[in-house]
Nanobody, 115 residues
Framework: QVQLVESGGGLVQPGRSLRLSCKASGSVFGLYTMAWYRQALGKEREWVADITSFLNTNYADSVKGRFTISRDNAKNTAYLQMNSLKAEDTAVYYC?????????WGQGTQVTVSS
């Protein structure tokens, strides 16, 4: 079982930045594939970005060039740096871990982009 704790969400004006953090339990964090998903009110959860144990990264087209996913294996933590935020980025952001055939979700953190 992997526990995930997200932090860093909040209210921010359009064009500004936020950095989300996801701290994971476990002694094999370096082997996890870490991902971020988001779910806007009334919409389905969607994949945002992921980073593999080999540090390969992938992004949804909607965030490419604005968001950066990274990880610090020494801290068991993954990050999502979000720049040039837009109103349509407003959602609950969830951290997800994939390890072998298992997947785990965090509790989510709210990001609201509004003036």
């Amino acid at each position: 079982q992997v526990q995930l704790v997200e932090s860093g969400g909040g209210l921010v004006q359009p064009g500004r930045s936020l950095r989300l953090s996801c701290k994971a339990s476990g002694s094999v964090f370096g082997l996890y594939t870490m991902a971020w998903y988001r779910q806007a009110l009334g919409k389905e959860r969607e994949w945002v970005a992921d980073i593999t144990s080999f540090l390969n990264t992938n992004y949804a087209d909607s965030v490419k060039g604005r968001f950066t996913i990274s990880r610090d294996n020494a801290k068991n933590t993954a990050y999502l740096q979000m720049n040039s935020l837009k109103a349509e980025d407003t959602a609950v952001y969830y951290c997800h871990v994939t390890y072998r055939t298992d997947g785990y979700w965090g509790q989510g953190t709210q990001v609201t982009v509004s003036s």
